[in-house]
């Protein structure tokens, strides 16, 4: 089995992916646009991909990747349907501002 040299240290790709977690966790906490709140959450699952797919190359075996693929697939889904019910909430509303949601209430 050869040996192939690590270009970047795994600790940078730690610290990447946990700052690019951090922001995405403030975003979803701070902001009030529901579009930026479901990129928040793209950013969170694009960090722990960037994290899966480093410790993957680092232990020299394909499982996180392959199962970063399967994240992808389910993110895609999970962004469907926020984008659709996104464009009902402005359809009805005229704003994606999440303190507005209350007013859908009977």
Known sequence: MEQTAQLVPLNWYIF???????IGVLGVL?????????????????????LLVAFSSYS????????VFFIMV????????????????FRHLGTTNIDMLNKLKW
């Open 16 to 22: 990447l992916s946990t700052s690019l977690f951090c």
């Open 30 to 50: 701070f902001r009030r646009n529901a579009i930026i709140i479901l990129m928040c959450i793209e950013l969170m699952l694009n960090s722990v991909n960037m």
């Open 60 to 67: 020299g075996n394909s499982d996180g990747q392959v199962f």
């Open 74 to 89: 389910v993110a895609a889904a999970e962004v469907a349907v926020g984008l659709a019910l996104l464009a009902s909430l």
